[in-house]
């Protein structure tokens, strides 16, 4: 099947607004150190204590150079100007609009497109992350170590160390595509457009001499940063913990989030249910019939005695609490759910005659059952069950054994 790519060509319409540059009178390319010095000179010249006159000029100077020292706030301002900067996330990539899908030209003209609303955000990263059930219960902090791109401070997220290095790519004409031809079968050729693998589909290449070196003309340069994660008590599995901007960052483009998602792995003692906690707890007869205690290692390692009265039995598969015993919940952690107790109870498998009828004193009257001369009576034995749905198979399988085999000969 033929794979087309086209990289589609938009004309940026860009409501400047202020000149920072033109306001501290130094070039779009100066340096932090030009930028600074320009602004300490204007700031003395024009303020109100030395320039009564001054005072909104020396406001727009001080705006100005709040914009240019900062890298992010100075590349997205090259990108959209003043209005980007006034914006909240925005849309699509390429065209400063929000929304998504750019905005026609008419309806601009004509007064129907919507006011710019700033940069684009990033892609949102998400990083599954193995929780225990103890952790959920008592809380716990975490140290990850992530990589991700930012900005290249050299070269202010440009690529290159001069203006105008910046060429249209020779191999696909500044398209950003090219057309290959592969063999899909002797003789017959299919054409395929796909990425230029020169300007990796930005149609734009930059000089070799003039790339920057710390991010080799790729405007942006990898780096490691630890984020903390802080698991609250009570946290549930699939919850997520977001980390605002710390994904990767390019330049006119809002860093990203990172997004980490609980998962719980089970655990040998308890189930969670919710707020609740369950606990399948197995039990002798003679504790079922006569009252249990037992100690029980919680999750945050207290020793907690269990007894049930002398008076109470306890059935199989019944179900008994203990109240706040569960897990805390979350935002409330003084408040928490119960714990839920499972009985199973281990039967003995045979019991000597002499016990049964001293049993037979103790325990409720059995129901008679009167035997006439002309019914049968039968023992019971232990079972030997054998599933009659794979007997069949079986011997579906040896006839095909039997019967398979090839043709005579």
């Not at 129907?112 to 609303?117: H, L, M, S, T, Y």
């Not at 160390?161 to 696909?172: E, I």
């Not at 008994?320 to 919940?329: A, F, L, R, W």
Request: charged residues 30%; aromatic residues 6%; positive net charge.
């Amino acid at each position: 099947n033929e794979v087309q790519i086209s990289k589609k060509h938009t004309h940026k319409i860009t409501s400047m607004g202020k000149d920072y540059y033109e306001i501290l009178g130094v070039p779009r390319d100066a340096s932090q150190r030009q930028i600074r010095k320009a602004y300490l000179k204007l700031s003395k010249k024009y303020h109100p204590d030395m320039n009564p006159n001054g005072g909104e000029k020396f406001k727009e100077i001080a705006g100005a150079y709040e914009v240019l020292k900062d890298e992010q706030k100075r590349s997205i301002y090259d990108r959209y100007g003043e209005e980007g900067l006034s914006g909240g996330g925005g849309g699509g990539g390429g065209f400063p609009f929000g929304g998504g899908g750019g905005i026609d030209l008419f309806d601009i003209l004509s007064g129907r497109g919507r006011r710019p609303q700033g940069p684009p955000k990033g892609k949102t990263v998400h990083h599954a992350l193995k929780t225990t059930l103890d952790q959920l219960y008592v809380g716990a902090k975490r140290k990850i170590r992530v990589t991700r791109t930012r900005v290249c401070k050299d070269c202010r997220g440009k690529g290159s160390t001069k203006a105008g290095a910046m060429k249209s790519c020779n191999k696909c004409g500044g398209h950003g595509v090219v057309v290959m031809q592969r063999e899909v079968a002797p003789g017959y050729y299919a054409q395929q457009r796909a990425y230029c693998p020169r300007c990796k589909g930005e149609g734009k290449v930059i000089e070799e001499k003039y790339k920057c070196k710390p991010c080799n003309g790729k405007m942006v340069v990898s780096e490691k940063k630890d984020l903390t994660i802080h698991i609250d008590k009570g946290m549930r599995h699939g919850q997520k913990i977001t980390f605002e901007g710390e994904s990767d960052e390019k330049p006119g483009v809002l860093p990203g989030d990172i997004v980490f998602i609980l998962q719980q792995q089970k655990h040998e003692t308890f189930e969670r249910d919710g707020n609740n906690l369950v606990l399948l707890k197995k039990i002798n007869l003679s504790q079922a019939l006569t009252g249990l205690e037992f100690t029980l290692k919680h999750l945050d390692g207290r020793i907690i005695k269990i007894v049930s009265k002398k008076s109470d039995v306890i059935r199989p598969g019944q179900l008994k609490q203990v109240d706040n015993e569960g897990m805390p919940i979350y935002k409330d952690p003084f408040e928490k759910g119960h714990l839920y107790l499972k009985f199973e109870i281990d039967f003995p498998s045979k019991i000597p005659e002499a016990l049964s009828d001293k049993l037979l004193k103790i325990l409720p009257p059995k129901p008679k059952v009167v035997v006439l001369e002309d019914e049968e009576s039968a023992e019971l034995e232990e079972a030997v069950y054998e599933d009659q749905r794979e007997r069949r198979k079986e011997a579906y399988d040896e006839d095909d054994e039997q019967g398979g085999g090839g043709g005579g000969g």
